[in-house]
């Protein structure tokens, strides 16, 4: 049930990180995700995970990693990607497709940059490769709310600024619970990994990235920006984008398709 889905741990160096893998198939398929992590690595989530990304476990083994545990001041997205490098050396994985979300979209772009023998193919969903004014306002809010302690204000602007009107009204009905569960301890790693968002830039090393890559992004997205997918792709050689309308940083959870995009993108 729930394909066999495990939650594990990776050694990187002197460090370990969390992971969830699922899945029946023979080719891997790295699943990086985003700036919630720093507030909730993936440890305790395997069937939530396992049911989001459950078209992919036919045909891969999937592998969903957080970044590592104890992580240090100034890391930033391209430290990221060399340990994600390492995690999947020390896992016996030589090359795979990859598709990152958010954040994990900028690691997967410095993990295809740097290790381009790692990644067959690359989807990067809701992301962006260079600063901008959305997501210099949008994550330095963030990062304010986390040192006051306000947690319920960061959950709900990370919502209203994640979805679109129809979703927010199902989920602002929550907003109390969501409020008071899963508080981290202390906001350090969030902060940490916040800071790598605004100062990512790979624009200019998107030319490096060799393999097949899907760019897939929504054109009202209120966090990277509503051009930041058209720059990627028209900057990455041998790219595809799709720009779902009226959607924003969400269109990974609500647009229906977003999935069978992705897989069918992956096996073409």
């Known amino acids: 049930m729930f394909y066999e889905a495990k939650e594990e741990k990776i050694k990187i160096g002197g460090a370990d990180m969390d992971y969830v893998t699922f899945g029946r198939g023979q080719k891997s398929f790295i ?15 395997k069937i939530l995970l396992a049911r989001m990304y459950r078209l992919f476990a036919k045909e891969y083994k999937v592998y969903v990693f957080s970044r590592k545990n104890n992580i240090e001041e100034g890391y930033s997205t391209r430290d990221m990607a060399e340990d994600q490098k390492i995690a999947m050396e020390n896992l016996g994985i030589k090359n795979a497709h990859v598709m990152g979300v958010s954040q994990g979209g900028m690691v997967s772009q410095y993990l295809a940059i740097d290790y381009p023998e790692m990644v067959d193919k690359l989807v990067i969903g809701v992301s962006v490769s260079k600063q901008n004014g959305t997501i210099q306002k949008v994550i330095k809010n963030w990062i304010n709310l986390a040192e006051s302690n306000d947690y319920r204000n960061l959950i709900i602007d990370t919502m209203e600024k994640t979805f679109t009107e129809d979703k927010l009204k199902k989920y602002s009905i929550f907003y109390p619970i969501m409020a008071r569960v899963g508080k981290p301890k202390d906001f350090k790693r969030f902060i940490v990994q916040a800071n790598a968002c605004l100062n990512h830039n790979a624009y200019n090393e998107l030319d490096k990235i060799q393999c097949a890559t899907l760019v897939i992004g929504g054109d ?8 930041a997918s058209k ?9 595809k984008l799709i720009l779902y309308r009226g959607f924003g940083h969400g269109a990974y959870e609500e647009a229906k398709d977003f999935n069978q995009q992705v897989l069918k993108f992956l096996i073409s």
């Open 31 to 45: 699943i990086i995700p985003g700036l919630g992590d720093g507030l909730k690595t993936v440890k305790g989530t």
């Open 220 to 227: 009202s997205d209120k966090v990277v920006g509503k051009n």
């Open 231 to 239: 720059e990627m792709a028209e900057r990455i050689d041998n790219s």
